[in-house]
């Protein structure tokens, strides 16, 4: 596996080293001993996973303390424009953003510590997101941020005005509103 690290410390893409032949195709998607040598030493709780039309935008979305999450990302099938957002409030590069797409045809997958709001949208149909964290899910923990405030200016690469989005990530704050618990 290949450990890329991103421009914003703590956020890392991984490619996995595929071995492809007549039959298809096989790959490691987690090696507890190659991400603890990277610096990812953490343990996995829960996996999710979400099937999406083109367009679906879900985000931007975090935990809070106790039960913040980190998130291990990849697509089985179609493509996202996966994105994080630093909260820490000391990092240097809080309030930047981070974007990768990942793909069932370039098997990239993304490590989004806990201290990151974190989104995707699909540019695929039948896109299908899967997702490892850390923690467990706990409603009275959850943060959010607009998908679309313009401090945080993400460039979605997509016509954003076909979004498909859920009436709570409608509802969310701005990132000025926001007061991140990191």
Known sequence: MNFIETPIKGLIVIEPKIW???????????????????????????????????????????????????????????????????IRKDSPTYGQYFSVELSGENFKMFWVPPGFLHGFITLEDNTIFSYKVTGLYDKASELGVLWNDPDLNIDWKFDTRQAILSEKDKQLISFKEFNSPF
């Open 20 to 86: 492809k032949d007549d039959r298809g195709y096989f790959y490691e998607s987690y090696n507890e001993k190659l991400f603890k040598e990277a610096g990812i030493d953490t343990s996995f709780v829960q996996d999710n996973q979400s099937y999406s039309q083109k367009g679906t935008l879900r985000g931007l979305h975090a935990q809070a303390n106790p039960f913040a999450q980190g998130k291990l990302v990849r697509v089985i099938q179609g493509k996202v424009l996966d994105v994080a957002v630093d």
